[in-house]
């Protein structure tokens, strides 16, 4: 039975994780249930230990966005076949860590660290001035023609680009030198990808989860050893995603049931069965989750082809889809909405909203209800929180 020991992450100060991870890669020390300093504890029982892979590396929770968190079981060698193929791909470097290090996105660029021999710099909390200073930091640490890299998520992509006073030039400036910028963690806008890139940033989109010990598509394309499946896809080829390979975790740590529902073993290979739907024709393209789904007299509505739509809108600078209870037809679509910051949430704006969203979208599809806010609430890893937008019950009649 392997040990496991829960260990507090400091974002202030890494040392100490850098260096138990490290043990748990190479099997010289515990594996590790990481978990943020300040917060309580994980817990685990003895049962659920005795049935964990004798080479568990790291025990770490899902994002939670949509559920309960799960404890996915990572052993040594899903965590070094991630590691490799992202060198693979964008080739091994140097890393600015400006994630929650505790996340598997975060863990994972120490991990690609500690596989490359480099020590990543960390920004200790977001911001402009810091990305910056750090980016320099990252620059002059690195090893002579060795190449630099960063993961954000989507709302600090946008932070980037939104601006043009001399803290976002040079903060942009410097996201120039990167080769590569991981982008994940939740769905990314394709306006936001295309203002980025003609912004001159080397933007790489990530898929992936805990369960597959981070990223493992980028750009719609799977990295080695990686497969995609569509189970049951429709006449548009989108379906349920399963993927495979050397990256998966070995299931669910306490939950055998769970495990055995989401790991399945099909024509000879291990598959991970994903909540995501999606199509793959060479190259992977997700259109929602099963559990997002808006079911609306009938018609079936995937947010993230609504968000697309809204956030065509001039003025629009995020928005999140959630389905809102109608007496009539079971559910129907609402957006909340954040505006530029010289934008008004006004009426013409709702009439943009709609004019746009009809071009594009199926009568059914077009939204109904809309909140303008401030700025969307999100989850510890900077995924929109729709649990908590659907909750909300001050709506706006968009039509």
């Not at 013409?348 to 979208?361: A, D, G, I, P």
């Amino acid at each position: 039975m392997p040990e496991l020991v829960p260990f507090p992450v400091d974002r202030a100060d890494i040392t100490g994780y850098y260096e138990a991870l490290a043990a748990a890669l190479d099997g010289s020390g515990p594996a590790l249930a990481p978990y943020e300093a300040g917060t309580p504890e994980p817990e685990f029982d003895a049962a659920a230990l005795a049935a964990a892979p004798d080479d568990l590396a790291l025990v770490v929770a899902t994002s939670g966005s949509t559920g309960t968190p799960k404890r996915a079981m990572l052993t040594r060698g899903a965590l070094a076949a991630s590691a490799t193929a992202t060198h693979d791909r964008i080739g091994a470097g140097t890393w600015l860590l400006p994630l929650p290090p505790h996340h598997i996105a975060g863990t994972q660029v120490i991990v690609r660290s500690i596989v490359s021999g480099t020590t990543p710099t960390v920004l200790d909390a977001w911001s402009l001035e810091g990305f910056t200073k750090a980016t320099g930091l990252v620059a002059r640490n690195a090893p002579p023609f060795s190449p630099i890299h960063t993961s954000l998520v989507p709302t600090q992509l946008r932070d980037l680009l939104d601006g043009d006073d001399e803290t976002h030039t040079r903060a942009l400036a410097a996201a120039r030198r990167y080769r590569s910028i991981l982008v994940g963690g939740s769905a990314t806008p394709r306006a936001l990808l295309e203002r980025a890139r003609e912004a001159g940033l080397s933007v790489v989109t990530t898929y992936g989860s805990s369960e597959t010990s981070g990223g493992c598509v980028y750009d719609g394309t799977p990295l080695d050893g990686v497969g995609v499946r569509v189970i049951e896809p429709d006449d548009d080829g989108v379906g349920r995603i399963a993927l495979t390979g050397p990256t998966l975790a070995a299931g669910y740590l306490g939950d055998p049931e769970l495990s055995g529902a989401t790991f399945v073993d099909e024509a000879g290979r291990r598959h991970f069965l994903t909540d995501d739907l999606g199509s793959f024709d060479g190259t992977l393209a997700i259109t929602g989750r099963i559990d997002d789904v808006i079911t609306t007299g009938g018609y079936k509505v995937s947010p993230r082809v609504v968000e697309e739509a809204v956030q065509r809108v001039p003025g629009v600078r995020d928005a999140v889809v959630v389905a809102r209870p109608h007496e009539r037809w079971g559910q129907t679509v609402a957006v909340a909405i954040v505006t530029d910051a010289a934008v008004d949430a006004t009426e013409e704006l709702s009439e943009r909203l709609l004019t746009e969203c009809r071009k594009l979208l199926p009568p059914y599809a077009v939204p109904r209800l809309v909140r303008y806010e401030e700025a969307l609430p999100l989850t510890g890893v900077g995924k929109p929180d729709r649990a908590f937008v659907a909750r909300h019950d001050q709506w706006q009649n968009l039509r």
